[in-house]
């Protein structure tokens, strides 16, 4: 049974069969201009093929990620600083909270809110192992950041980690 007829998957992220690599970054600090920068990120409401990239609060949380699926069935897979193999799962796996308010918000990204993600662990060969949820990791995003696929260098993103 495939990770996508699993119903226990929708529940949790899983490591993308094969070895997939991350698509690379898309903020300025790597020549990509006019990626947008917006608060809040609603993932019902994004270009399914689009990147995304965020930033938490300790240096180490930077997130890669790409919106794939269909409209129907909306997938999110994330990488940890591009590294490695990555994770997949339902959009709705992509949590804002907020502790102040008690309110959880599933398949949205919002800045001053917290995410809630599993541990990635990497083994020498970068293959990834994700933790239980006793392990995960919860911290605000701090920059959001989105390239849709009709950006000049959106292509250039996707290719950036194939040619390394």
Same mark, same amino acid.
């Given at each position: 049974?495939?990770?996508?007829?699993?119903?226990?998957?929708? $529940?949790?992220?899983?490591? =993308? +069969?094969?070895? %997939? *690599?991350?698509? /690379?970054?898309?903020?300025?600090?790597? @020549? #990509?201009?006019?990626? $947008?920068?917006?608060?809040? =990120? +609603?993932?019902? %409401? *994004?270009?399914? /093929?689009?990147?995304?990239?965020?930033? @938490? #609060?300790?240096?180490?949380?930077?997130?890669?990620?790409?919106?794939?699926?269909?409209?129907?069935?909306?997938?999110?897979?994330?990488?940890?600083?591009?590294?490695?193999?990555?994770?997949?799962?339902?959009?709705?796996?992509?949590?804002?909270?907020?502790?102040?308010?008690?309110?959880?918000?599933?398949?949205?990204?919002?800045?001053?809110?917290?995410?809630?993600?599993?541990?990635?662990?990497?083994?020498?060969?970068?293959?990834?192992?994700?933790?239980?949820?006793?392990?995960?990791?919860?911290?605000?995003?701090?920059?959001?950041?989105?390239?849709?696929?009709?950006?000049?260098?959106?292509?250039?993103?996707?290719?950036?980690?194939?040619?390394?």
């Amino acid at each position: 049974m495939s990770q996508d007829e699993n119903p226990e998957q929708m $529940l949790r992220f899983s490591v =993308i +069969d094969g070895f %997939e *690599t991350s698509p /690379g970054r898309i903020d300025e600090n790597v @020549g #990509i201009r006019g990626a $947008l920068k917006p608060k809040r =990120i +609603d993932l019902r %409401e *994004t270009q399914i /093929g689009s990147v995304i990239q965020f930033y @938490g #609060i300790h240096p180490d949380s930077k997130y890669n990620c790409l919106l794939s699926g269909t409209e129907d069935e909306r997938k999110i897979k994330i990488w940890l600083k591009g590294r490695g193999n990555g994770a997949i799962g339902s959009i709705d796996l992509m949590i804002s909270q907020s502790f102040r308010e008690s309110t959880l918000e599933k398949g949205v990204l919002e800045l001053g809110k917290n995410y809630l993600l599993p541990t990635f662990w990497y083994d020498s060969k970068n293959n990834l192992a994700l933790s239980d949820f006793m392990n995960y990791r919860t911290e605000p995003y701090r920059e959001l950041f989105v390239l849709t696929p009709d950006h000049p260098q959106y292509r250039d993103v996707l290719e950036k980690n194939k040619r390394n």
